[in-house]
Nanobody
Framework: QVQVIECGGGSVQAGGSLRLSCAAS????????LGWYRQTSVGERAFVGS???????YFVDDVRGRFTISRDNGKNRMYLEMNNLKPDDTAIYYC?????????WGQGTQVTVSS
């Protein structure tokens, strides 16, 4: 059974930083692309960024240049480093992994950025 668990959320002021972690188990971690999504209180879950098996990454325009993503295959961990946070970044952040046609999500971790 594939499981993904996020941690590291919290409350910061605008301009601050947070680091989220995602732990995945139940599959060969290094074989899969991983991603981060976020959902605000009024919006749908939206893609933020992803990292491929070889470590190449992609971010949406809103966060590119402020967020970085990395993975440690030896520890089955993925990380999202968020810098220069803005109030618009406030959301629940979810880790995502897909195995074939099946999507796996964590429970989410809250990030709150105050102005």
């Amino acid at each position: 059974q594939v499981q993904v668990i996020e941690c590291g959320g919290g409350s910061v002021q605008a301009g601050g930083s947070l680091r989220l972690s995602c732990a995945a188990s139940g599959h060969t971690f290094s074989n899969y692309e991983l991603g981060w999504y976020r959902q605000t209180s009024v919006g749908e879950r939206a893609f933020v960024g992803s990292i491929s098996r070889d470590g190449s990454w992609y971010f949406v325009d809103d966060v590119r240049g402020r967020f970085t993503i990395s993975r440690d295959n030896g520890k089955n961990r993925m990380y999202l480093e968020m810098n220069n946070l803005k109030p618009d970044d406030t959301a629940i952040y979810y880790c995502h992994s897909a195995v074939g046609p099946t999507d796996y999500w964590g429970q989410g971790t809250q990030v709150t950025v105050s102005s």
